[in-house]
């Protein structure tokens, strides 16, 4: 299901609840075309054992809006990346494993 930005901030701000880190820049915000190809092999990380989430936006201009909103509010990461194609918005917690 494709989601606007305040619905994919909302469920971003809650799974942010769920993490034990309490700074906006100890987490990555980007958007991608290829979710299993960018999170969890170019920036390694775990499927079962670390903090993350992504959501499927609209468009691309919804995605890049969500990641600069994250990266205004101290997130690590970049704008300009991506495709015409890049929908999804992705955050992990940066740990000693991932790769930023």
């Known amino acids: 299901m494709r989601l606007t930005a305040k619905e994919i901030i909302a469920d971003f701000d809650a799974h942010l609840q769920k993490s034990s880190k309490q700074y906006y820049s100890n987490f990555y915000v980007g958007i991608t075309n290829n979710i299993e190809r960018r999170l969890f092999t170019e920036h390694n990380v775990s499927k079962e054992n670390a903090w993350w989430i992504y959501r499927t936006a ?11 909103y994250y990266l205004a509010k101290g997130m690590e990461g970049d704008t300009g ?9 992705y955050c992990y917690e940066i740990t000693n494993t991932t790769k930023e």
């Open 58 to 68: 609209t468009d691309k201009a919804t995605a890049q809006k969500v990641e600069e």
């Open 81 to 89: 990346g991506g495709s015409d194609d890049s929908v999804y918005v």
